[in-house]
């Protein structure tokens, strides 16, 4: 991405005003669902809070409309042959700006301090993981060697060295991530540990400034230079208040994006010429309390699974697929589908060998059938459908009968947060593209564990999987996610797809599933 917006940030930052550099100030506004907590890059975490960061600063690359890797403040990139050595020219005329009285030269010293940061231990940032291919960065993480010691060299104030232990088809994606965003340093320790999380304590390199910052008014950010006609100069995240909803907002011409499930609402706003995109990345699952008597036993969920997976494709649904696995079909890993690479990873089990492996689990905890098992399923027609034909499969396969307690979405979440539950019916929407944003919260004594599951194996690979990178990592992810399904702890049976729409006037925008997270640096509103 050329970003000209940096060739009048240093003369026309003082003039900007609500018309941006002289011209019709245009409006994108956003609601989310969170209030926006930290701006600080390697950090932040938030569908809203990501938004922000997109804004903010400019990493060396961006994600396209097409989810690729572009340039964006590298102006030349040169890669090895071997594959382990990355040499990046930086835009000579990029700047971190407050759009007022601050302005300085962003230079590859803050890239190097920026992924120091990523994974020292001590910043705790979500994104380490994503740079262990660089050399030293697993011995930095695991507190064996001083963040210094990290692969990654200023050349000079415009060239930038990365060295990595290893070929990674993905790394000009993650360097397109948070976590490879530019800090600098002098900034970072004047903030006195308040980086990030106050107006005066972020600045950034990206196509827009921070310009204002309150709990109930959300963020309001502008155009760090001159835009084009149609251009997006003032971009403001609101935190959700509760007045409207998205849908309204959308028909009432007074928010510019928003994710909708509802169905009817989805006919709606197709029909009134909304811009449509659909994202797979949720999983509607049956969650197993390991801790109860029958669930302790992997064969009778393991049954109980399979079960319910065969009835579940019978039920045909708009916004609904047909599982193949946990981890939805909108995550990528290496920058490649990883549906695709890890292909069904749901248990074979036959119809007719349903009822022996149901049977057998019965014997294992010393019972001829379940008693006072309850089922919790969320208000709505169509999990109550789904369900229906899960409940018939049970009683017609396994003669497996139990209660069901219909509740909202908020109570069944509560339930399963304290262990108050058998089994729930419970619709995952994943926030992160990550198999780990699963995958993690089944492992032993993670506290978002609401199975109380545990297995060892299971552990194993997905601790090897976070320590390790290409086909390695993936190998590892794909075995772990194939480990959980066969021990049965939850049940995947429906992907979701979020639709997300947009104004019909807007085009440009780049939105990435998981949030989701918006980018309209490029959308032009047309007139």
């Given at each position: 991405m050329k970003r000209?917006?940096?060739?009048?940030?240093?003369?026309?930052?003082?003039?900007?005003?609500?018309?941006?550099?002289?011209?019709?100030?245009?409006?994108?506004?956003?609601?989310?669902?969170?209030?926006i907590k930290t701006l600080d890059p390697q950090l932040a975490s938030t569908s809203a809070e990501l938004s922000a960061v997109k804004h903010l600063f400019s990493g060396l690359y961006r994600v396209d409309a097409e989810g690729q890797a572009v340039p964006d403040a590298a102006t030349d990139t040169k890669i090895s042959s071997d594959g382990l050595t990355y040499t990046f020219?930086?835009?000579?005329?990029?700047?971190?700006?407050?759009?007022?009285?601050?302005?300085f030269a962003v230079t590859a010293q803050d890239y190097v301090f920026g992924l120091q940061r990523t994974v020292s231990p001590t910043t705790g940032s979500p994104y380490a993981r994503n740079f262990l291919a660089i050399r030293g960065a697993r011995e930095i993480l695991n507190g064996q060697a001083d963040p210094k010691t990290?692969?990654?060299?200023?050349?000079?104030?415009?060239?930038?060295?990365?060295?990595?232990?290893?070929?990674?088809?993905?790394?000009?994606?993650?360097?397109a991530s948070n976590g490879a965003m530019p800090c600098n340093k002098d900034f970072f320790e004047?903030?006195?540990?308040?980086?990030?999380?106050?107006?005066?304590?972020?600045?950034?390199n990206g196509p827009f400034y921070l310009s204002g910052w309150g709990d109930t008014n959300g963020l309001t950010l502008r155009r760090s230079g001159e835009a084009e006609s149609g251009e997006v100069t003032r971009l403001r995240i609101i935190p959700e208040n509760g007045d409207k909803t998205?849908?309204?907002?959308?028909?009432?011409?007074?928010?510019?994006?928003a994710v909708i499930t509802s169905p009817s609402e989805i006919d709606q706003l197709a029909k009134k010429g909304f811009v449509q995109q659909n994202f797979e990345n949720g999983t509607c699952a049956l969650f197993f309390n390991c801790a109860d008597r029958y669930l302790s036993s992997a064969s009778i969920r393991r049954a109980l699974s399979a079960s319910a997976s065969?009835?579940?494709?019978?039920?045909?649904q708009t916004a609904l697929v047909d599982a193949t696995g946990l981890i939805p079909g909108s995550i990528t890993l290496e920058g490649e589908g990883f549906r695709e690479a890890a292909g069904n990873a749901l248990p074979d089990i036959a119809a007719a060998q349903r009822y022996a492996t149901y049977q057998l689990g019965l014997a294992e905890v010393n019972a001829s059938k379940l008693s006072g098992?309850?089922?919790?399923?969320?208000?709505?027609?169509?999990?109550?459908?789904?369900?229906?034909?899960?409940?018939?499969?049970?009683?017609?396969?396994?003669g497996a009968f139990f209660s069901i307690e219909t509740l909202s979405l908020e109570e069944i979440e509560k339930r399963m947060a304290t262990g108050k539950y058998d089994i729930a019916l419970y619709p995952y929407t994943v926030t992160e593209n990550d198999p780990a944003a699963l995958l993690q919260q089944f492992m032993t004594g993670n506290a978002a564990n609401v199975t109380g599951f545990t297995d060892a194996e299971f552990d194993a690979l997905?601790?090897?999987?976070?320590?390790?990178?290409?086909?390695?990592?993936?190998?590892?992810y794909i075995a772990a996610e194939k480990e959980l399904l066969w021990q049965a702890p939850v049940a995947p049976l429906k992907f979701q797809t979020s639709s997300f729409f947009t104004s019909a006037k807007l085009s440009g925008l780049v939105a990435d599933p998981f949030g989701p997270v918006l980018d309209v640096s490029s959308a032009i509103f047309k007139s």
């Open positions: 000209r917006f940096k060739l009048c940030a240093l003369c026309c930052v003082l003039l900007l005003s609500l018309a941006g550099c002289g011209k019709e100030e245009v409006n994108f506004l956003y609601y989310t669902e969170t209030a020219t930086l835009d000579s005329t990029d700047v971190f700006t407050d759009g007022k009285d601050r302005s990290l692969g990654v060299r200023a050349i000079s104030a415009t060239q930038l060295e990365i060295r990595l232990i290893e070929p990674d088809d993905g790394f000009l994606l993650k360097l004047d903030a006195a540990g308040t980086y990030g999380l106050t107006l005066k304590s972020i600045i950034g998205g849908f309204e907002r959308l028909m009432d011409g007074m928010q510019d994006a065969a009835s579940a494709a019978l039920v045909q098992v309850t089922v919790l399923v969320p208000e709505g027609s169509n999990y109550e459908e789904l369900f229906r034909a899960v409940n018939q499969g049970w009683q017609k396969e396994l997905l601790s090897q999987a976070f320590l390790a990178t290409g086909n390695t990592q993936s190998r590892a």
